[in-house]
């Protein structure tokens, strides 16, 4: 699944390069959303599901996961005390560190249970410990569990990418109903329409006129599902001209004719 921008979260500038996020007992449940930001996220009590890219993960009191930059994450189901400590890319000075996602060790499990115990912090000192701790953290993550580096110049580049074809969801999230083609939004974003292709099957994990179609045919599910308008109403509300060429492309991607999500629409409010 790739990240779209709908889904981006903006970190609060007072934050600054480290964010520490302390939840005592509560339903492990956040919406789905991606930031830069490196993540390391520890349960110490309880359970919970976490939505990581394509991967589920069923966390126990104990695991340790590193949600590295740029990736899709969500959590639901279950009830924990657990830990986030949310580093900027700054934090990183001129590199962009991938770290392995699931860690486990000893050192990491005794840090992070200390920085834990001094949120929130309760004075001058533990502030500083608090610093420390970190430092010490982030230095045992990267010299023992880095994948991957970017030095600036190349890390720049992909996030350059990334925003271009952000932009070019962004516009087709709110213009889908109309006609779109891959050589408009290349135009838009001053790609060459194939570079642009390329780009955004490399970014998304899909061409964009797959995901444009995904788009159009879930918004038409939704009006068949909620309102009394015609299959070719709402195939032209959501930018089919073709209502056989719509009828076809909501078969293959929902396994059922628009007919169909009409009837039992109709059964379920019947």
Known sequence: MGNDVR????????A???RILFHRDISYAFRAHWHEHTEIHYLLEGN???RYSDETLALKAGDCVVINGNELHQGGGG???YFCLILSPAYFENNH????KNITDDFVKETVERIASLCPEKGRGDLLELQGLTYLLTAHLTRNYTLKEMDAAVYSGEVKKRNMINLAISYINENYGTHLSTKDLAEMVHLSEGYFCQLFREVTGRSAIDYLNRLRIDKAEQILEQTDVTVSEAAYCCGFEDANYFSR????IKGVSPNGVRRSAERTKG
Do not use: C, D, N, S
């Open 7 to 14: 889904f981006y979260e903006q970190m609060p500038q007072e």
């Open 16 to 18: 600054g390069e480290v």
């Open 48 to 50: 919970g599901l976490l």
């Open 79 to 81: 009830r924990a005390t």
């Open 97 to 100: 560190v991938i770290l392995k």
């Open 249 to 252: 492309m909501f078969k293959k």
